[in-house]
C-alpha cells in the first residue's frame, strides 16, 4: 500500500490549488476568467477522485473521473457557445 | 519499486495542479490564465492518472484511464481554444504589457468580421452565420438575420 503521507501531501497540494481556483472564481473578473476557474476546479477534482481510488483501493471511483471530465468539458463548450452567441451577462 | 513510482506520479500531478491554480490566481488576463490552467491542468490529471494505472496493474482499471488520459488530451485544447475564442470576441481585455495581439486591427467587433488582407481578390465578405443558417427554427427568428443598416452609427 501507498505511504499515507504522500497521499496527505498530495492531498494538500490539490485542495489549496482548489482554493486558488475558487479565488478566481469569485473574483472573476469577468465571465470567460470565472468559466476557466471552473473547468480547472473540474479537473482538480478528478484528480482528487484519482488520489482517493489509490489510497481506498476501489476502482469504481475512476468512473466518476471519466463522468468529471466528460462535464468539464462539455460545460466549457455550453459557455462559450453562450458568450459568442451574445447571450446576456451580468460580470 | 511499484510504490515508488506510484508516489512520483501522484506528487508531480498534484505539484502541476497546484501550479496551474497558483497561474490561474496569480496571472494578469485571461489568455494567460488559460494557458497556466490548461497546459499544467491536463498534465497534473493525466500524471496522476497514470499513477492509478501504476497502482492497480490492472486490465480494466488501465483501460479506463487510458480513456480518462486520452479524452483529457483530446478535449483540454478544444475547450481552451473556445473560451479564448469566446472571450475575445465578446472584448475581454488584455493585460497592458501585452506585446502581440494581430487581431487588433484587423477584427470589427461590431460586424464580427475578421480581414484577411485578400479583400481585392475574394470579393465583399458574406454574413457570419455560425453555421446555424440551414436551421429553420433560427431562420424565422428576424434578430437572427444580419443587420442591414445600423441607425445608431
Known amino acids: 500500500m501507498i505511504n499515507p503521507l504522500i497521499v496527505n501531501i498530495a492531498y494538500l497540494m490539490l485542495l489549496s490549488g482548489l482554493l486558488f481556483a475558487f479565488i478566481r472564481l469569485t473574483k472573476g473578473p469577468t465571465l470567460p476568467d470565472r468559466v476557466v476557474a471552473l473547468e480547472l476546479m473540474a479537473s482538480i477534482v478528478a484528480g482528487t477522485v484519482g488520489v482517493h481510488t489509490i489510497e481506498t483501493g476501489v476502482a469504481s471511483f475512476l468512473d466518476i473521473a471519466i463522468v468529471l471530465a466528460l462535464m468539464a468539458f462539455l460545460t466549457a463548450i455550453g459557455f462559450g457557445r453562450f458568450l459568442e452567441l451574445g447571450g446576456p451577462r451580468d460580470d | ?153
Open chain 2, 1 to 153: 519499486m511499484i510504490e515508488w513510482i506510484v508516489s512520483a506520479c501522484i506528487l508531480t500531478g498534484a505539484a502541476l495542479m497546484f501550479l496551474a491554480a497558483l497561474g490561474i490566481f496569480r496571472l494578469p488576463d485571461l489568455p494567460t490564465r488559460m494557458h497556466a490552467s490548461t497546459k499544467a491542468g491536463a498534465l497534473g490529471t493525466s500524471l496522476i492518472m497514470i499513477g492509478v494505472a501504476f497502482a492497480f496493474m490492472d486490465v480494466a482499471v488501465t483501460a479506463r484511464v487510458v480513456a480518462v488520459v486520452t479524452f483529457i488530451m483530446l478535449t483540454a485544447p478544444v475547450a481552451a481554444h473556445v473560451i479564448g475564442r469566446a472571450g475575445y470576441f465578446v472584448g475581454v481585455p488584455l493585460w497592458e504589457g501585452t506585446v502581440k495581439d494581430v487581431l487588433r486591427d484587423k477584427y470589427d467587433p461590431k460586424t464580427h468580421h475578421v480581414e484577411s488582407g485578400l479583400e481585392e481578390v475574394e470579393g465583399p465578405p458574406k454574413p457570419i452565420t455560425y453555421g446555424m443558417a440551414e436551421c429553420p427554427v433560427l431562420q424565422e427568428r428576424d434578430e437572427f438575420e444580419p443587420k442591414k443598416s445600423d441607425p445608431g452609427g
